[in-house]
């Protein structure tokens, strides 16, 4: 029986969520990254808005003052990780099925949720998602946890991942992609609320159509967003928020939630060559009754499979995204998109290329970024899914403490070692399965979240691991395959928020380089 037969038998039955019963199993952290004894980085820098270094910075007299991340491997494979972080400091993270919980700041690792076809564990487990997508409520701590199987699944937990819930109409929607969960508080512009609210907050399930369509119908294609007024139980709404064009049907990226309870999508670009868009956003002050698209002038066009927002307390919105330069931008505006300012090339000149954009904002001014670059030389006009056999790919941070300054300055850290990137070759993201040299083990995008400290994590895919030989002999093609789990967890610097100050530093880390100190 295949899998779509099995979801239509069983379309009206309930989600099974296992809480405790999946084992970690197969993975070994030592098997899948060395001790880091003797392994270097590369200094932090400090850049403008060009991309140009800034030596003798004075953000760089102090190394106590720079944002210091170290990596940490997760017990499972996983692409297209998602990170939350609840008010008691517990990390959540999708991996392909599952939800993993750290109770410790991603020292160890426990499965609390996996996706799982009904009859289980009586029978074979017919479901894999698609899409593993995760979303923490920050006014409720309500964990949500979203999966792709032909139709798309919604659970949740109100209990730090203890126990689970299921969406009761089974299969939300069919035949749909790269669904996003976010939630944000009733809009400005609300008309008239349920009479009865059983949730706070509202929850929007934003998502595409149509990408396997050779010619897309702007009518049905494109970006569409459903709501739920109840916590996730029933959907109230579906509305197409951005229409498809001719062969471009558009990906949507993470929806960004306003203090105003206004709710903002960017919309990215599906892989077909033939679809350059002007950047664009679009947002809804009435819960997902209308929409409004805003489009940024000038001659930057979007080439992101993946752009993200986010917006600091006073309503400054920021987008970041990799244009037809293939090197990550961000601007910013004050008023929801209607004008513009910027763009500011994000990562130092002298990476050729970026891939996959994530952000986390605390207080006014105070933003993180984190992408994926290489400086490794390329062809001209050579974007991620064609990079060269030699191409590495490390994990950057960049911090911004004056994200409001008509000049803003980037304080960017390495955080994989010299001796270990997270990719070797290309970074597929024309789907499919992977194109020429089967690349797409990264598969579309990475997460970042900040805690209640304003201390940073970032959940990505690891590609290049000694159990795959990567480390050893990465560059021979194909062996910068993997899938890993890895989290960058900011053990030292400083807060997002200026009221922190220094965050206390974390130990017990399995490779920490010395705090506040680079090896040369």
Same mark, same amino acid.
């Given at each position: 029986?295949?899998?779509?037969?099995?979801?239509?038998?069983?379309?009206?039955?309930?989600?099974?969520?296992?809480?405790?019963?999946?084992?970690?199993?197969?993975?070994?952290?030592?098997?899948?990254?060395?001790?880091?004894?003797?392994?270097?980085?590369?200094?932090?820098?400090?850049?403008?808005?060009?991309?140009?270094?800034?030596?003798?910075?004075?953000?760089?007299?102090?190394?106590?003052?720079?944002?210091?991340?170290?990596?940490?491997?997760?017990?499972?494979?996983?692409?297209?990780?998602?990170?939350?972080?609840?008010?008691?400091?517990?990390?959540?993270?999708?991996?392909?099925?599952?939800?993993?919980?750290?109770?410790?700041?991603?020292?160890?690792?426990?499965?609390?949720?996996?996706?799982?076809?009904?009859?289980?564990?009586?029978?074979?487990?017919?479901?894999?998602?698609?899409?593993?997508?995760?979303?923490?409520?920050?006014?409720?701590?309500?964990?949500?946890?979203?999966?792709?199987?032909?139709?798309?699944?919604?659970?949740?937990?109100?209990?730090?991942?203890?126990?689970?819930?299921?969406?009761?109409?089974?299969?939300?929607?069919?035949?749909?992609?790269?669904?996003?969960?976010?939630?944000?508080?009733?809009?400005?512009?609300?008309?008239?609320?349920?009479?009865?609210?059983?949730?706070?907050?509202?929850?929007?399930?934003?998502?595409?159509?149509?990408?396997?369509?050779?010619?897309?119908?702007?009518?049905?294609?494109?970006?569409?967003?459903?709501?739920?007024?109840?916590?996730?139980?029933?959907?109230?709404?579906?509305?197409?928020?951005?229409?498809?064009?001719?062969?471009?049907?558009?990906?949507?990226?993470?929806?960004?939630?306003?203090?105003?309870?206004?709710?903002?999508?960017?919309?990215?670009?599906?892989?077909?060559?033939?679809?350059?868009?002007?950047?664009? /956003?679009?947002?809804?002050?009435? %819960? +997902?009754?209308?929409?409004?698209? $805003?489009? @940024?002038?000038?001659?930057?066009? *979007? !080439?992101?499979?993946?752009?993200?927002?986010?917006?600091?307390?006073?309503?400054?919105?920021?987008?970041?995204?990799?244009?037809?330069?293939?090197?990550?931008?961000?601007?910013?505006?004050?008023?929801?998109?209607?004008?513009?300012?910027?763009?500011?090339?994000?990562?130092?000149?002298?990476?050729?290329?970026?891939?996959?954009?994530?952000?986390?904002?605390?207080?006014?001014?105070?933003?993180?970024?984190?992408?994926?670059?290489?400086?490794?030389?390329?062809?001209?006009?050579?974007?991620?899914?064609?990079?060269?056999?030699?191409?590495?790919?490390?994990?950057?941070?960049?911090?911004?403490?004056?994200?409001?300054?008509?000049?803003?300055?980037?304080?960017?850290?390495?955080?994989?070692?010299?001796?270990?990137?997270?990719?070797?070759?290309? /970074?597929?993201?024309?789907?499919? %399965? +992977?194109?020429?040299?089967?690349? $797409?083990? @990264?598969?579309?995008?990475?997460? *970042? !979240?900040?805690?209640?400290?304003?201390?940073?994590?970032?959940?990505?895919?690891?590609?290049?691991?000694?159990?795959?030989?990567?480390?050893?002999?990465?560059?021979?093609?194909?062996?910068?395959?993997?899938?890993?789990?890895?989290?960058?967890?900011?053990?030292?610097?400083?807060?997002?928020?200026?009221?922190?100050?220094?965050?206390?530093?974390?130990?017990?880390?399995?490779?920490?380089?010395?705090?506040?100190?680079?090896?040369?």
């Amino acid at each position: 029986m295949n899998r779509m037969t099995l979801a239509a038998l069983v379309a009206a039955m309930t989600l099974a969520g296992c809480t405790g019963q999946v084992e970690i199993g197969a993975l070994d952290v030592k098997d899948i990254v060395p001790k880091f004894t003797d392994y270097h980085w590369p200094p932090p820098v400090v850049t403008n808005g060009t991309g140009a270094i800034q030596p003798g910075h004075l953000l760089l007299a102090d190394p106590t003052q720079i944002p210091h991340y170290v990596q940490q491997m997760l017990p499972r494979e996983t692409g297209e990780p998602n990170i939350g972080v609840t008010t008691k400091g517990n990390l959540f993270v999708s991996t392909f099925d599952d939800v993993q919980r750290s109770k410790d700041g991603g020292k160890t690792w426990e499965v609390v949720h996996s996706l799982q076809s009904p009859l289980v564990p009586t029978s074979v487990d017919y479901w894999n998602t698609g899409d593993p997508m995760l979303w923490v409520d920050s006014d409720t701590d309500r964990i949500f946890a979203s999966h792709l199987s032909d139709c798309t699944f919604l659970g949740w937990s109100d209990d730090e991942g203890a126990s689970w819930q299921e969406n009761s109409q089974a299969c939300l929607t069919p035949s749909i992609d790269h669904q996003k969960v976010a939630t944000a508080k009733y809009g400005p512009k609300t008309l008239v609320a349920p009479p009865v609210k059983p949730y706070p907050n509202v929850v929007y399930i934003c998502y595409n159509k149509g990408l396997s369509s050779l010619v897309a119908d702007k009518v049905t294609t494109g970006v569409w967003c459903m709501v739920s007024y109840d916590g996730g139980r029933t959907i109230d709404q579906e509305q197409q928020v951005v229409p498809g064009v001719d062969f471009c049907p558009g990906i949507n990226g993470h929806p960004h939630p306003f203090p105003d309870g206004t709710m903002i999508v960017p919309v990215g670009l599906n892989w077909d060559s033939r679809c350059p868009r002007p950047i664009t /956003v679009t947002y809804s002050e009435d %819960n +997902g009754v209308t929409w409004n698209p $805003r489009y @940024m002038p000038g001659k930057d066009r *979007m !080439v992101e499979i993946d752009p993200e927002i986010t917006v600091t307390p006073n309503g400054i919105a920021y987008l970041m995204y990799r244009d037809q330069d293939q090197v990550v931008k961000l601007v910013r505006s004050k008023d929801k998109f209607t004008t513009w300012e910027g763009p500011w090339r994000i990562s130092p000149a002298d990476q050729t290329l970026n891939v996959f954009t994530v952000m986390a904002s605390g207080d006014n001014g105070r933003i993180s970024l984190a992408y994926l670059g290489t400086r490794t030389p390329q062809a001209k006009g050579t974007d991620p899914s064609f990079a060269n056999q030699h191409t590495e790919w490390h994990l950057f941070v960049s911090t911004v403490f004056d994200a409001e300054a008509a000049e803003p300055i980037f304080v960017t850290q390495q955080v994989t070692p010299e001796e270990d990137p997270v990719q070797m070759g290309c /970074v597929w993201l024309q789907g499919g %399965n +992977g194109g020429p040299h089967r690349c $797409r083990n @990264m598969y579309d995008f990475i997460d *970042m !979240v900040h805690d209640e400290d304003g201390r940073g994590f970032v959940a990505f895919t690891d590609g290049c691991t000694p159990r795959n030989g990567c480390t050893g002999d990465r560059y021979t093609l194909g062996q910068s395959r993997d899938s890993q789990g890895g989290i960058a967890v900011q053990v030292s610097g400083p807060s997002l928020f200026s009221s922190v100050g220094l965050l206390p530093e974390l130990e017990g880390y399995e490779h920490p380089r010395p705090l506040g100190k680079q090896n040369p």
